[in-house]
């Protein structure tokens, strides 16, 4: 029996290419030729996994690589640009 199942999990942020800091830049990218619009950063890419009863399960990587983005969809505070992913909350008795 699986007690945590993550299937198909993909997390992409927005990330504006320009940062407006007053009403009038605002206004002015309006009517600017530049490169509109957002550049996209994928934190978590198709992430498959399933854990059983009784297995554990250790989450590792370096800054940035997505750690506490996956934990944060997993407590479903947040959701993902694409995802499922269950949990079965059990007793921690032994």
Do not use: C
Not at 59 to 78: A, F, R, V, Y
């Amino acid at each position: 029996m699986n007690v945590i199942e993550v299937e198909h999990v993909w997390k992409i942020f927005r990330i504006p290419r320009e940062k407006k800091n007053t009403i009038f830049e605002t206004l002015l990218g309006l009517f600017d030729n530049k490169k509109k619009g957002y550049q996209e950063f994928v934190a978590l890419k198709d992430i498959n996994f399933s854990v059983r009863k009784g297995e554990w399960i250790g989450i590792i990587g370096p800054n940035g690589s997505g750690k506490s983005t996956l934990l944060i969809l997993m407590s479903k505070e947040e959701n993902g640009t694409t995802a499922h992913s269950s949990i079965l909350i059990l007793s921690l008795k032994p």
